[in-house]
């Protein structure tokens, strides 16, 4: 069983940056592969970033890549998601989930554990 907490989002402009934080419980997370993804209202849930067990691999979604950093510290059970040159568009809530499958993961229903989600908004 794994508990995971998202914190950091907020409101912010466009062109601003945001640093949301994952905080797991629970056994073994160094072997869980971690996700983001996101939710706009009316919208499904969309894959965002993924990263592997040790950090080592990590993956995007066109629409956030080289604007978003995914990062894990298995030390403090813990994965961010920095988020810069922030649009309008990168509006939504966002949620952390994890997934004990060692390959790439980008389809939400391969995560077994899912945080409550924290909002993000970006003004134009």
């Known amino acids: 069983q794994v508990q995971l907490v998202e914190s950091g989002g907020g409101l912010v402009q466009a062109g601003g940056s945001l640093r949301l934080s994952c905080a797991a419980s629970g056994r073994s997370f160094g072997t869980y592969s971690m996700g983001w993804f996101r939710q706009a209202p009316g919208k499904e849930r969309e894959f965002v970033a993924g990263?592997?067990?040790?950090?080592?691999?990590?993956y995007y979604a066109d629409s956030v890549k080289g604007r978003f950093t995914i990062s894990r510290d298995n030390a403090k059970n813990t994965v961010y998601l920095q988020m810069t040159s922030l649009k309008p568009e990168d509006t939504a809530v966002y949620y952390c989930?994890?997934?004990?499958?060692?390959?790439?993961?980008?389809?939400?229903?391969?995560?077994?554990?899912w945080g409550q989600g924290t909002q993000v908004t970006v003004s134009s």
């Open positions: 989930a994890a997934s004990p499958s060692y390959s790439k993961v980008v389809v939400a229903a391969q995560y077994n554990y």
């Open positions: 990263i592997g067990w040790s950090g080592a691999s990590t």
